[in-house]
Every structure is written in structure tokens, then in C-alpha cells.
């Protein structure tokens, strides 16, 4: 009986990181010591300051009365995020004693962390060829626990609502799906790089009309949340919290370090990653997303009220896919939208790599993070893995599509 005992055991590690009915033991086990490690960090390593004093200025305006976005500034500019940003921090302002309680808010973003962490454990556990190992690399990003709970950044705020956005869509759940996606884009807009695919997988999976009537919510969210500043100075408020012509810092730059500072800020660079990124959306579109069928027909077929069932494997993959294209052609990556992508990255590498392949892409790509400031080699090799994943997925996917239809 000793001897049984000894080799379960010994054989539970491997149940756990491999077999698929551990997955909550094991995430149950990585939420504790998520927890522990997040309290240590607050408690053992030094906040930096590097955004959490603008954000609480700019909201500080608002506060004060101020509703027009051009006199919405903090120490490093003016307020670019749209009004979901505005509420969230006005919140954390309040409860901080003005945001001078910096502890407070690390323990509030660790609770914001391990929630996170929790959601996307459960999109995980919902595709079977996902083993539970999968979750573990969920929980090794220094760079990721520090962008939470040494920073304070806004990134995340939007991100955990935009994965409980995907985690809804899962459980069918289509109008709570949308109403969170449209609270996650009043945080940030870079939840937009999700909405092609959240457009599709709608499209395909309620009809045009209920898409349709789902589009109209999220945008009647948007204006809604930013009834004060639309009331008041409508082009200031549009022109700040959706400034697509934005031109980012150079100094900050982690993808795009091996061009030089003229061609980083220049228009033709923009308009080449811009022209990149549609391309690539077009060639999903065709080639992936539309699973057996071409568009015209999808598109049509939505106006009939055909209706396709697509599976919790093909929702995650089109999500994550659509996002990872924006990551590729973005003008720029700072550090902070590391937590754009991050959560899908062990998903995506299960999809398209071999096991030891899987491990030396992601150590690569967290290695890229932490190099600072970022070197022409390490936005060289995140722009190849980025690239070879993205290639890979559209490989991938379009063979699976193949065998499918």
C-alpha cells in the first residue's frame, strides 16, 4: 500500500500539469501562490513611478469640473483614454486619499491581477487540447506582474474586461459579451484590435440584424459613458480619446528599435504598417475565418439569418489572432502592452509549435520585454517570433479549417 501511495505521488505532478481533469486543482494551486508572490513584490520591491501620478491629475480635472479633454493633463501630456478611464480612476482617486495611498492601489491592481488570472484560466479550460501545463507559463512573466503591481498601469483595467468580454461569448452569453467589450473599449482603444473578429464570430453566430442591434449597444455604451464630454466639447473628447494619428515616443519603443527615429515617426512608415495590418486581417478573413465558405457567402448568409455554431476553440483563436495582428503591425509597443497579448501567447504557441519549440518562444519573448531600454536585437527577435507565430496560426488554422468543411 506504501508502495502505491509513493507512486501516485510521484505521478501527481505529472497529472497536473498534463491531465486535463487536474486543470482547476492546478489553477487553485497557482491562484494561491499568485497571491502570496503578488504580496511579496508589493511588500519587497520598490514601486516606480511612472504614470499613476498623470493618471490621478487628469482625473483630478475632471473631478474639479473640467470636461473638455484638451485641458485634461497630467505630467506627461494630456489625457488620450476614453471615458471609461476617466470613471475607473476617478474611483481609484477617491479611494486612494487622492492617490496619494500608492499601496493601496498595488493591493487593489493584485486583486485586479489574480482576477484576471482567474478568467483567463477559465477561457483556457474550455478547449480540451489544452493541457493544464499551459496555464503554469500564465504565471511566470516578471514583466507582467510588474506592469500590475509596480506600476498601476491602465492596460490592464481594459484587458480584464475585455477577457470577460471572450469568457461571456463562451457560455453564448452574446449581449453581456458586447456590453463588456464596449466598457473595455472606454478604457483603452486598443481593445479595437479585437473587434474584427468579435465582428465575424458575431456576424456568423447571431445573424446581421442581432449583430447589427449588438454594434448599436456598444456604441450606445460609448456614448453614454462619454455624455458629459460629448455635451460640452465633442471634437475635443473624440479627438483626444480616439487619436488614431497618434505618434508615439521613440525612446519607448520595444518592436521597432532597428529603424531609425526619422522613419519611426514618419507617415509612409505608418501608412506601410497600416496597409500591413489590413492585408493580413483580409487574408484571415478569407482564408480562416469564414470556415468552408467565402465571404460574400457569410455575408449574405447573415442577412438570410443563417446562423453557424462555432466552437469555443475557433472563438478563442479568432480573437486571439485578430489581436496578434494588431501587435505585429503596431507603430509602436511600449512596455505596459505587454498585457495586451501576453494571456493568449501560451494558447497561440500550443496551436502552432512543437513542446520544446513552445518554451523557447516564450522565454525568448519575455526576455525581449525585460531588455530595457529595448536594443535592435531584441525588437528584431520579438518581431520574428511575433511573425513566426502569425504565420503559424494562419498555417495552422487554414489546415484545420481544411479538414473541417
Same mark, same amino acid.
Given at each position: 500500500?506504501?508502495?502505491?501511495?509513493?507512486?501516485?505521488?510521484?505521478?501527481?505532478?505529472?497529472?497536473?500539469?498534463?491531465?486535463?481533469?487536474?486543470?482547476?486543482?492546478?489553477?487553485?494551486?497557482?491562484?494561491?501562490?499568485?497571491?502570496?508572490?503578488?504580496?511579496?513584490?508589493?511588500?519587497?520591491?520598490?514601486?516606480?513611478?511612472?504614470?499613476?501620478?498623470?493618471?490621478?491629475?487628469?482625473?483630478?480635472?475632471?473631478?474639479?469640473?473640467?470636461?473638455?479633454?484638451?485641458?485634461?493633463?497630467?505630467?506627461?501630456?494630456? %489625457?488620450? @483614454? #476614453?471615458?471609461?478611464?476617466? *470613471?475607473?480612476? !476617478?474611483?481609484?482617486? $477617491?479611494?486612494?486619499?487622492?492617490?496619494?495611498?500608492?499601496?493601496?492601489?498595488?493591493?487593489?491592481?493584485?486583486?485586479?491581477?489574480?482576477?484576471?488570472?482567474?478568467?483567463?484560466?477559465?477561457?483556457?479550460?474550455?478547449?480540451?487540447?489544452?493541457?493544464?501545463?499551459?496555464?503554469?507559463?500564465?504565471?511566470?512573466?516578471?514583466?507582467?506582474?510588474?506592469?500590475?503591481?509596480?506600476?498601476?498601469?491602465?492596460?490592464?483595467?481594459?484587458?480584464?474586461?475585455?477577457?470577460?468580454?471572450?469568457?461571456?461569448?463562451?457560455?453564448?452569453?452574446?449581449?453581456?459579451?458586447?456590453?463588456?467589450?464596449?466598457?473595455?473599449?472606454?478604457?483603452?482603444?486598443?481593445?479595437?484590435?479585437?473587434?474584427?473578429?468579435?465582428?465575424?464570430?458575431?456576424?456568423?453566430?447571431?445573424?446581421?440584424?442581432?449583430?447589427?442591434?449588438?454594434?448599436?449597444?456598444?456604441?450606445?455604451?460609448?456614448?453614454? %459613458?462619454? @455624455? #458629459?464630454?460629448?455635451?460640452? *466639447?465633442?471634437? !475635443?473628447?473624440?479627438? $483626444?480619446?480616439?487619436?488614431?494619428?497618434?505618434?508615439?515616443?521613440?525612446?519607448?519603443?520595444?518592436?521597432?528599435?532597428?529603424?531609425?527615429?526619422?522613419?519611426?515617426?514618419?507617415?509612409?512608415?505608418?501608412?506601410?504598417?497600416?496597409?500591413?495590418?489590413?492585408?493580413?486581417?483580409?487574408?484571415?478573413?478569407?482564408?480562416?475565418?469564414?470556415?468552408?465558405?467565402?465571404?460574400?457567402?457569410?455575408?449574405?448568409?447573415?442577412?438570410?439569418?443563417?446562423?453557424?455554431?462555432?466552437?469555443?476553440?475557433?472563438?478563442?483563436?479568432?480573437?486571439?489572432?485578430?489581436?496578434?495582428?494588431?501587435?505585429?503591425?503596431?507603430?509602436?509597443?511600449?512596455?505596459?502592452?505587454?498585457?495586451?497579448?501576453?494571456?493568449?501567447?501560451?494558447?497561440?504557441?500550443?496551436?502552432?509549435?512543437?513542446?520544446?519549440?513552445?518554451?523557447?518562444?516564450?522565454?525568448?519573448?519575455?526576455?525581449?520585454?525585460?531588455?530595457?531600454?529595448?536594443?535592435?536585437?531584441?525588437?528584431?527577435?520579438?518581431?520574428?517570433?511575433?511573425?513566426?507565430?502569425?504565420?503559424?496560426?494562419?498555417?495552422?488554422?487554414?489546415?484545420?479549417?481544411?479538414?473541417?468543411?
Amino acid at each position: 500500500m506504501a508502495t502505491i501511495s509513493v507512486r501516485r505521488l510521484a505521478r501527481l505532478p505529472i497529472q497536473l500539469l498534463c491531465d486535463r481533469q487536474y486543470f482547476w486543482y492546478l489553477a487553485t494551486l497557482l491562484l494561491l501562490g499568485e497571491f502570496v508572490l503578488n504580496v511579496l513584490i508589493i511588500n519587497k520591491v520598490a514601486y516606480t513611478e511612472i504614470d499613476w501620478v498623470a493618471y490621478m491629475q487628469e482625473v483630478k480635472g475632471y473631478l474639479d469640473g473640467e470636461r473638455d479633454y484638451q485641458q485634461l493633463r497630467g505630467d506627461t501630456g494630456p %489625457l488620450v @483614454y #476614453p471615458a471609461g478611464f476617466v *470613471y475607473i480612476y !476617478s474611483w481609484l482617486y $477617491r479611494i486612494t486619499s487622492d492617490g496619494v495611498n500608492i499601496r493601496l492601489a498595488q493591493y487593489l491592481f493584485a486583486a485586479l491581477y489574480l482576477a484576471t488570472q482567474l478568467i483567463v484560466f477559465s477561457i483556457y479550460s474550455k478547449v480540451e487540447r489544452i493541457r493544464p501545463y499551459a496555464i503554469v507559463m500564465l504565471c511566470l512573466s516578471k514583466r507582467l506582474h510588474s506592469i500590475y503591481v509596480l506600476r498601476c498601469f491602465n492596460d490592464p483595467v481594459a484587458m480584464f474586461f475585455m477577457y470577460a468580454s471572450i469568457l461571456a461569448m463562451l457560455h453564448r452569453r452574446w449581449l453581456y459579451s458586447s456590453v463588456l467589450f464596449s466598457v473595455a473599449l472606454s478604457i483603452k482603444m486598443n481593445v479595437l484590435l479585437f473587434f474584427p473578429a468579435f465582428g465575424i464570430l458575431l456576424w456568423q453566430s447571431l445573424g446581421a440584424w442581432i449583430t447589427i442591434v449588438h454594434l448599436g449597444i456598444i456604441a450606445a455604451i460609448q456614448v453614454g %459613458l462619454a @455624455y #458629459p464630454f460629448l455635451t460640452t *466639447y465633442p471634437a !475635443s473628447y473624440i479627438g $483626444r480619446a480616439f487619436e488614431f494619428s497618434r505618434v508615439f515616443d521613440y525612446q519607448w519603443t520595444v518592436n521597432w528599435r532597428m529603424v531609425d527615429e526619422k522613419t519611426f515617426v514618419s507617415r509612409p512608415f505608418a501608412n506601410a504598417l497600416l496597409a500591413g495590418h489590413v492585408v493580413t486581417l483580409l487574408l484571415f478573413l478569407v482564408f480562416v475565418w469564414c470556415k468552408g465558405n467565402s465571404v460574400f457567402t457569410v455575408f449574405f448568409d447573415g442577412f438570410r439569418g443563417k446562423r453557424r455554431h462555432i466552437s469555443a476553440d475557433e472563438i478563442i483563436s479568432t480573437l486571439f489572432t485578430s489581436n496578434l495582428m494588431g501587435i505585429v503591425f503596431a507603430r509602436s509597443l511600449h512596455y505596459q502592452f505587454y498585457s495586451w497579448y501576453f494571456h493568449s501567447l501560451p494558447y497561440l504557441l500550443c496551436t502552432v509549435a512543437a513542446v520544446p519549440a513552445r518554451f523557447l518562444y516564450f522565454i525568448a519573448i519575455e526576455c525581449c520585454w525585460l531588455i530595457f531600454p529595448s536594443t535592435e536585437t531584441s525588437s528584431w527577435v520579438l518581431l520574428g517570433c511575433h511573425t513566426m507565430i502569425l504565420v503559424g496560426a494562419f498555417a495552422i488554422l487554414q489546415l484545420l479549417k481544411g479538414n473541417s468543411s
